[in-house]
């Protein structure tokens, strides 16, 4: 285990040398790789057990990996047997799209952030679910989300065609789903987090998971990804709403378009979404009114500037029920999941 720790410590500043994009690929190959030849396989079973139950889910660990770092699903394998709890992979839209034009990811090092305007850039729904069908992560125990999103080119009108098709494609492969209505970066997205707009959208998820649950034989569950930058008036109708649709969970939260955290650092006014530690305080602020309006009917997953095992604990204590990570394992490596197991045990 500490082999690998100290290769990623050493392969870092040459990766960090690269564009971002180019780093996070030639990453996720190095990964593939080295599942390939057993060197990550007993970090999975090292770790300690700290087994959770989420939304009817046995997990390993509380610890999830975010949806993001594998956009294909192409990873799931070996970034599973790194030690994560459960592993989210997307967003994937209905149709393959390129995203956002080159460059369209930053590194802010003096902050442990990142700004990405990628723009749910992925091969589309057929390829997604040929890869999730090849991985064995779930045959060998563990939790898989898949987060489904709405092509760059179809009117926000007609979102909600998009996500029935990225929910009928995803039902039999999904251990969860997740709805992500958070981007900033695919444009008006983030509108249908108002109260009309969110109705419109779960009402018709609802009625089709129901008809999926029926023909498949097994329910879902069923969880929509918010945004940090909501005020309280926001998370509110968001907590009324989504237990009148039969929403399981919310992931709080995706990453800001703030910049108040990193005002002067080169890249900071970059467009684009803002991971990594500037939004913590915003995700826990998020995390605790939710809890507060929802009591403890619905699950929420934490995440959102992780990168200490303290900063997992912060988000428990506010109310969530499970975390994920991202941009701190970019910054932190392998070793970044075994110290959040730790300090949530």
Partial sequence: ????????????????SLDAETAHELTLESLRKAQACGWTRGLLHSQPQQ????????????????????????????LGNL?????????????????????????????QALINRLGFNNKGLEAFIDNVRRSQWRAQGGILGLNIGKNADTPIERAVDDYLLGLEGVYPHADYITVNISSPNTRNLRALQGQDELAGLLG???????????RHGRSVPLVVKIAPDLDEAQIDVIADTLPRYGVDGVIATNTTLSREAVQGLPHAQEGGGLSGPPVHALSLRVIERLR???????AIIGVGGIV????????????ADAVQVYTGLIYRGPALIEECVRALS
Avoid: C, H
């Fill in 308 to 319: 200490s095992g303290q900063q997992a604990r912060e988000k428990i204590a506010a109310g």
């Fill in 51 to 78: 087994p959770r139950t989420l939304m009817g889910l046995s997990l390993r660990n509380p610890v999830g990996l975010a949806a993001g770092l594998d956009k294909n699903g192409a990873y799931i394998d070996a």
């Fill in 83 to 111: 030690g994560f709890g459960f592993v989210e992979v997307g967003t994937v839209t209905p149709r393959a799209q390129p995203g956002n034009p080159k460059p369209r990811m930053f590194r802010l090092p003096q902050a």
């Fill in 204 to 214: 018709p998820l609802r009625d089709r998971r129901k008809d999926l649950a029926d």
């Fill in 1 to 16: 285990m500490s082999l690998l720790f100290k290769t990623y410590a050493l392969a870092r500043p040459a990766l960090f």
């Fill in 292 to 298: 507060q309006r929802l009591g403890q009917g619905l």
